[in-house]
């Protein structure tokens, strides 16, 4: 009888554990001296412990599969089919204005069903406030869903308004602990776990800046808000990245998607924001780093409130991003995923919609998340969008020499970008 397919290379696998085990017991069993019988039996003993957690994982990998790397063995041939078919120059529709209506609505298909407004407004809850240099922080909570409040920082600057505004929209980083507080500098009356892990990850990824609070000194109504999963909006157990990918699959068997209930909050928080008496209504921007960076551009290419948008280290098309091009092991992911939208456009495309605002892109080309053929190829479909509407001197596009970052000078570009189009 012939062994199932993979079965006979497990069990030559444990053909050779049983002949080193034994070769071991024969070794020990031959030496003289009492101490180093004692030593031997000692590793002899942590051999068979290492043996009996990894021969189980080898009995369980099969010769034959289908999945590699994260991603399916035919993941070339997905790409392939992948044509874009509502993209702009693609679609038969050739009035831009209409084109983005329908391309809007495909997007927002794609989101799945939106959280249920607030029936109240958003009832708004002042919870704390002190005086920074030449602003003020508040932290506030707010009800945007018939379902939850949200907790965020505002920052007010000092003297008399209405002032610009930006809507601060913080990073990914597999760090779920914080949100609006990569952001924002945490108030003082906060635990100080959370305020020296903020300054922590400040120092990680924006070179001890909290942008936040650099925008708020330059004249700049800034609010942050935690995403769904992050801060506040967390899980009861603590922060577990693992469970990540598990809440956002239950999450779509109540017919939601939690990416998109991160998008449809930054929308509504957004609304929130041109609400308040201190901003200017007309003169609102949006700017995060990774993922922020997504939720950046995803903004202003769905709201029509976003007069500017910047968005540092997260610009990409999928046929780089989902391939077997490149030796990393993180690609896409449920934060950034709408079901079924790859099958009508892609990053760049939805980006698109943003048109004819002005929009900051800047990317690292030592950033590992996001290939440099694929950032490349992003700027051009977006600067040809913005040529067709005789706007490409509102789309600036920068590849730096940086790595996955939001460094301070990357900020300060940031700030001359807004200040030149807020």
Known sequence: MGYPYGVKIVSLRF????ILILLCIFAICNIKNDKL?????FLFFIIIVGLSMTIPLLAQKRGKYEFKRNLPVYADSLIKDLTYPLAWGNSDIKDFDAWRKVARQKVFDCMLTPPPAPSDGYELKVLAEEQRDGYKARKIEIRLSRYYTVPAYLLVPDGKGPFPAVNALHDHGAHLFIGKEKMIRPLVFEDSLVRVDAQQWADQ?????????????????????DAPMWGERGQQEGPKRDRYDMIAGNMMM?????????????????????SLPEVDATRIGCMGCSMGAYRAWMLSALSDRIKAGAAVCWMVTTDEQMSFNYSRTENGGFANCFPGLRRWLDYPHVASMACPKAMLFINGSQDKLFPVPGVEKAFRVMHDTWKSQGANEKLETELWDIPHSCPVRAQERVLQFFRKNL
Do not use: W
Not at 15 to 18: A, N, Q
Not at 207 to 225: I, M, N, P, T, W
């Open 254 to 274: 109540y017919g939601i998607d939690l990416s998109a209930y991160m998008t449809y909050d930054d929308i509504a928080g957004t609304e929130f924001l041109a």
């Open 15 to 18: 053909f050779k554990y049983r």
């Open 37 to 41: 019988m004692k030593k031997s039996l």
């Open 205 to 225: 990824l924006y070179e001890g800046q909290f942008v936040g609070d650099y925008l708020a000194r330059h004249g700049y109504v800034v609010f942050s808000a």
